[in-house]
């Protein structure tokens, strides 16, 4: 099994910390991330994935979650964490889409009553 294979298996077993942290925030805060949409711009690196799931475990829904990434950065596991996450059914782009899901997600809120 590749390390992007094993992460992906089982994301917080290498990351005990991020585990730990995500349910002491819960723990204290409940579900902070509940309601809320979140544009991320992060590197595609594997400990990527326990953060999405800590993320996930605080209360973000993940139609309400966008990843972006830098496609010319050469991420040994970028497909891999991409497939990932999409699995999850995050939304992944690339950082050059960020304008155009800004308005899209602008579109979104006014449609439903919303300010941005």
């Known amino acids: 099994m590749t390390r992007s294979e094993e992460i992906a298996r089982n994301p917080f077993d290498q990351f005990p910390m991020l585990r730990w942290a995500a349910s002491v925030c819960k723990r204290g805060l409940g579900q902070p991330l509940a309601g809320i949409h979140v544009a991320f711009v992060l590197h595609f690196l594997t400990d990527l994935l326990?953060?999405?799931?800590?993320?996930?475990?605080?209360?973000?829904?993940?139609?309400?979650?966008?990843?972006f990434f830098k496609s010319e950065y050469k991420y040994p596991y970028r497909e891999a964490i991409r497939r990932w996450l999409e699995g999850q059914n995050f939304q992944v782009r690339a950082v050059g889409e960020v304008d155009r899901y800004?308005?899209?997600m602008e579109s979104t809120l006014k449609a439903q009553g919303g300010t941005c």
């Open 50 to 67: 326990p953060f999405a799931c800590a993320c996930k475990e605080l209360g973000l829904a993940v139609d309400r979650a966008v990843f």
């Open 102 to 104: 800004i308005g899209e």
